[in-house]
């Protein structure tokens, strides 16, 4: 259960990481509307890291949580915002995936 709450934490650090930057493309109302999903995402991202951590050690789940949400908004970034899709960039995020699925199979809980 705590695995899952750490995963659905890192999803909405990604959302949030969204937010912020639909928040710095947009204007006026609408600027606003993503800056509040930006505080909203991270509220609950941040309660279900912390609810997550009852169980599972820190520098795991830390490490979990930012990786998820690294590649995720690595991801978005990629498909909105149409970032470089480089073979490097791709590597690494690989790499990454990797390290979190590693960290998960030899993490206690």
Do not use: D
Not at 54 to 66: D, R
Not at 67 to 82: L, M, S
Request: net charge positive.
């Amino acid at each position: 259960m705590h695995w899952i709450l750490l995963i659905i934490a890192g999803l909405f650090e990604a959302g949030f990481a969204t937010c912020l930057g639909m928040a710095n493309q947009t204007k006026g109302q609408t600027s606003l509307l993503w800056f509040a999903g930006f505080i909203v995402a991270l509220i609950i991202s941040m309660v279900l890291l912390y609810l997550a951590t009852q169980k599972l050690p820190i520098g795991t789940a830390y490490a979990v949580w930012t990786g998820i949400g690294a590649v995720t908004t690595v991801i978005v970034g990629i498909v909105v915002f149409k970032e470089p899709a480089t073979f490097w960039r791709l590597f690494f995020i690989v790499t990454l995936i990797a390290s979190i699925i590693g960290l998960k199979y030899v993490s206690p809980a």
